[in-house]
């Protein structure tokens, strides 16, 4: 489905404006939601629940997985079972999106920032092998570490849990991007003790606002009772722990799981947009796309590419200049040890997420995109950096 600006209907000279991950609906989402309807469960339990979270186990191999509001909820619960305490030091990755940092100050706990990569732009194992190394020996090991699969691709999840493994520091996997994305023939959300999923509506599939929390069945039957108010298995309402409001609603299901259904072609349609993108644009001096790694398959969930500063035109210009024609780009995430509001926190590295955010651009990279409309963007970053 083509998203196009407010008004735009019905004139004739008007574009059609390209978001860089607009939802699209794979047919089914429509008669799901509207059966969800008319069953009456229109509230937090439901068959739609159940079910959503059964194919998010089929199709990842996780053990277990507890449907919830936002992703941002899942990350919470996951850091209240990894135990995570106020006072407490937990190692996230820098260049991501603020949630994960923000879920480990929802605790009181701080986050410690690692710095990025080159080679997947995700948590750098050397550095986070010689941060743990360092709090080993005095004895004051974070924790948890929140590592993130970014713009869709893993990290080296075999080497990161690994080292955690070793110094016994949970591991709290971030891949609210990287759905359906794997790791050395291994999914996504598979890797640490618990892991998160978004279905936020840019995410590669939505149910306009949601997530989940998968993991071992153990810790998933207690983030399931700490999301509906911590309430005891009794018929007066009995609670000996805080608990949240985080169910997702069986409606929202309904749609999440016509969108499931359909998420391998989506998968196949970002990898052809970003093929598109490499065939249109590799022409241009000073451009590289972000390198995928092959011991990954990543989900293609965003096409980036760095742009050289010797071109002269920074990332915001570009943006700018792209918005003109109705072009939605956006910067890479500005790194969180460069946030106003983490500017007190501790950091590890920093240099190449700067570098990234510097030079970093997100393009259009929507599975409903036509092959026209990926053109039209080549063609518009043509004219700009030609
Ligand atoms: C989108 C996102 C989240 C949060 O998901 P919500 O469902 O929007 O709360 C967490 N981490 C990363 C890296 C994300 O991109």
């Known amino acids: 489905m ?127 092998e010689a941060t743990l190394a360092d709090r080993a020996a005095v004895d004051r090991l974070p924790a948890a570490v929140i590592v993130v699969d970014l713009y869709g691709q893993c990290a080296q999840l075999d080497r990161i849990v690994a080292l955690c493994d070793q110094y016994g520091v949970p591991v709290v996997e971030d891949a609210a991007e990287a759905l359906g994305a794997t790791w050395q023939g291994r999914h996504a959300g598979t890797w640490g003790a618990t892991a998160a999923f978004s279905f936020n509506g840019n995410k590669i599939i939505t149910t306009g606002g949601g997530g989940m929390l998968v993991g071992d069945a153990e810790s998933v039957a207690r983030a399931r009772y700490l999301s509906q108010q911590a309430r005891q298995p009794v018929l007066h309402y009995e609670h000996t722990d805080i608990g949240y409001n985080y169910r997702l609603s069986n409606l929202l299901a309904a749609v999440g799981r016509g969108q499931l259904a359909d998420l391998p072609g989506k998968i196949d349609r970002r990898h052809e947009i970003h093929d598109l993108y490499v065939d249109g644009l590799s022409g241009i001096d000073g451009i590289e796309f972000m390198p995928w790694d092959d011991r990954g398959r990543p989900n293609g969930w965003l096409t980036l590419l760095t742009v050289d500063p010797a071109l002269g035109r920074p990332p915001l210009e570009i943006c700018t200049a792209l918005d003109a024609q109705e072009i939605e780009a956006r910067p890479a995430w500005k790194p969180m040890h460069l946030q106003p509001v983490f500017a007190d926190n501790p950091s590890v590295g920093g240099e190449v997420s700067e570098e990234l955010f510097d030079r970093g651009l997100c393009l259009p990279s929507g599975s409903a995109m036509t092959d026209a409309d990926v053109h039209r963007v080549v063609e518009a970053l043509q004219g700009v950096l030609g």
Do not use: Q
Not at 14 to 32: F, K
Not at 47 to 57: H, L, P, Q, R, T
Not at 81 to 103: C, H, I, M, Y
């Open 2 to 128: 083509r998203v196009g600006p407010p008004g735009a209907a019905g004139s004739v000279t008007a574009v059609t404006r390209l978001y860089l991950s607009p939802p699209d609906m794979s047919g089914s989402e429509r008669e799901r939601l509207i059966a969800a309807f008319d069953s009456n469960w229109i509230t937090t339990l439901g068959a739609e629940v159940d079910g959503f979270e059964a194919d998010v186990c089929e199709f990842t191999g996780a053990a277990a997985a507890v449907a919830l509001s936002s992703g941002t909820a899942a990350l919470h619960l996951a850091l209240l079972l990894a135990g995570v305490k106020a006072g407490d030091e937990v190692l996230v990755s820098s260049l991501t999106f603020a949630a994960p940092a923000n879920a480990v100050t929802y605790l009181g706990a701080v986050p410690t920032f690692v710095d990025c990569e080159r080679e997947t732009w995700n948590m750098d194992p050397e550095l986070l």
